[in-house]
């Protein structure tokens, strides 16, 4: 201990004292600040960095989220009017079906009325023509046997007995 | 394989070493314990400051001794300001005439005489001369100020580096950058806590470079043991102690003169603490005392190592002795290389452990709900 008393200079303690806080001062005026604001400066803007990555990486994903929805979408959109466009189609062929049937039904029925009625024409023209057939008939027959006196009584007498009165 | 070889290299060549050696003079016992006693003389002298910068000395052919080097300004408060080279002392060996006063070297320190420099000792060999107040540029001084010259221009060197290079450290700050980060984030953040280790930042790696540096120049054969000294370990100490108390909060306070807080009722703080109150106090100067004593007395003890085993060299004389000394100085200081980083660290570490003490601040409803 009295050794190390011994060793004590008060002059180099306060030269060592003076010294170092003038060290100190200056050091931290000059370089500690600089030196420590430019580092803490350096590590922000690599934590900025990584976060603004880190923020990209999420934008990109979430584009391709979108991507990826927008895509889904369209394609469930083109499902969607294809199924339509079929159901549309079908509805078009089985309409038509439909309306053709009718139309054909009609016609058929028009042709059928038609026939009906050249069938009543026909037989109206028929029924004229025999009818005018078996007047020329009769008259050729009545004719010939109006032609001999006996056959006309006759005649008048079995036509007479035909047509009963009631 | 290699190892191997190498160390039968090395023992093959040590033996045929010894082949050769042999003592190159017979000495007697007298002239043995002389150049002992010298040398102790030279390592003591070399542990001290001194007033001029001592390069090397030698033996001149005639017997005088040599000293290559230059003087320092001694600047002395005896009965008025007194500033003279330390030349005149002749380094210890003529007395320095200054005005009407008279001074003399004794030991390394410097005392009033007069004209002839009789120097008149107690029985316990201590001089009894008068000491004048002395404010010397020594030789631990002169170092000072070049480490702090250095370390200015170094770190303000870095500093611009970053201003230039945009944010990245360019030149020699590139090697100190990772230590000064260390410093932060390894013995500052952890010790003192993110919120305020930046108020003390600039001291803890000021203090820690500075120590670092003298350390390293105290190995160069410039013979300097700035940090070996205790007025600066103690002017290092001092500052970490008036840190530590000027800004220590309530908390740091409270822990000293209240160390158990509300988990014992008065009645039992009337007994502990007249016990504990003290040892909390004492531990206050403990701390920043065991701080200025280790570093003094780990360099002190490097130094004083390192020197003898070179002393060794001398005193062997042999081959043998002279390699296997050289051999033990260079591990030596190789150990000695690490130990300067050490010092600085633990000087650091320690002192911003203190920091953190004075710095903490509980948060005492926490604590009361955790009780």
């Known amino acids: 201990m009295e050794k190390l008393l011994g060793e004590f200079s008060l002059g180099l303690f306060i030269f060592q004292t003076a010294l170092f806080l003038l060290l100190l001062f200056l050091l931290k005026k000059y370089a500690w600040k600089p030196i ?26 979430n584009l391709q989220a979108d991507n990826q929805k927008l895509l ?68 050729k027959v009545v004719r010939e046997e109006l032609s001999n006196k006996d056959k006309q009584l006759k005649l008048v007498e079995s036509m007479l007995s035909e047509a009963t009165l009631n | 394989m290699q190892r191997n070889r190498i160390i039968k290299l090395t023992t093959l060549f040590i033996l045929t070493l010894s082949l050769f050696s042999c003592n190159l003079e017979k000495e007697d016992d007298a002239t043995i314990a002389a150049k002992k006693a010298e040398r102790k003389a030279y390592i003591q002298h070399h542990l001290q400051d001194s007033y001029d910068f001592n390069l090397f000395s030698y033996e001149k052919d005639n017997g ?17 300001l007194k500033v003279f080279s330390s030349s005149k002392f002749h380094h210890g060996e003529t007395v320095a005439e200054v005005g009407d006063s008279f001074y003399k070297l004794d030991h390394g320190k410097i005392y009033k ?41 170094l770190f303000r060197g870095l500093a611009r580096s970053y201003a230039k290079n945009g944010g990245i450290a360019k030149g020699v700050g590139r090697f100190f950058e990772p230590i000064i980060l260390y410093v932060r984030d390894d013995i500052a953040i952890p010790n003192i806590g993110e919120k305020k280790y930046m108020k003390y930042m600039p001291f803890l790696l000021t203090v820690f470079f500075f120590i670092w540096f003298l350390n390293i120049f ?71 005392f065991s701080l200025l004593i280790r570093l003094y007395a780990n360099m002190q003890a490097g130094h004083i190592v390192l020197m003898s085993l070179i002393g060794l060299i001398f ?44 710095a903490e601040e509980h948060d005492h409803h926490e604590e009361a709900h955790a009780h």
């Open chain 2, 64 to 80: 005088e001794k040599a000293h290559i080097g230059f003087p320092l300004p001694v600047i002395l408060w005896d009965d008025g």
């Open chain 2, 113 to 153: 005489t007069d004209a002839t420099g009789t120097i008149s000792y107690d029985e316990t060999h201590h001089a009894t001369n008068v000491k004048p107040l002395d404010f010397s540029v020594t030789k631990g001084v002169v170092m000072i100020i070049i480490t702090g010259l250095l370390m200015f221009l």
């Open chain 1, 72 to 139: 889904q979408d369209a394609r469930l959109e083109r499902e969607a009017m294809l199924k339509e466009a079929r159901d549309l189609k079908n509805k078009m062929i089985e309409d038509a079906k439909g309306e053709a049937s009718i139309q054909a039904s009609k016609i058929i029925e028009q042709a059928q009325a038609a026939i009906a009625s050249e069938k009543q024409a026909a037989i109206a023209d028929l029924k004229s023509q025999v009818a005018n057939l078996s007047v020329d008939i009769a008259e």
């Open chain 1, 36 to 61: 420590l604001g430019a580092v803490n400066e350096r590590e922000e803007g690599i934590k900025n960095a990584l976060e603004s990555a880190e923020n990209a990486k999420k934008e990109m994903e």
């Open chain 2, 315 to 358: 005193l062997f004389r042999t081959w043998m002795g002279g390699a296997m000394s050289f051999g033990l100085a260079f591990a030596i200081s190789l150990i000695e290389i690490l130990v300067a980083l050490l010092q600085a660290y633990i000087f650091t570490m320690l002192s911003a452990l203190y920091f953190g003490f004075a």
């Open chain 2, 218 to 288: 105290g190995l160069t054969p410039l013979g300097v043991n700035v940090t070996g000294n205790i007025a600066v370990t103690a002017s290092l100490a001092l500052l970490t102690f008036l840190l530590t108390n000027f800004t220590g909060t309530k908390d740091y306070w409270m822990h000293i003169f209240d160390p158990l807080g509300s988990s014992l009722p008065w009645y039992g703080k009337l007994i502990l603490y007249p016990i504990l109150i003290p040892i909390e106090v004492l531990g206050v100067f403990i701390k920043p």
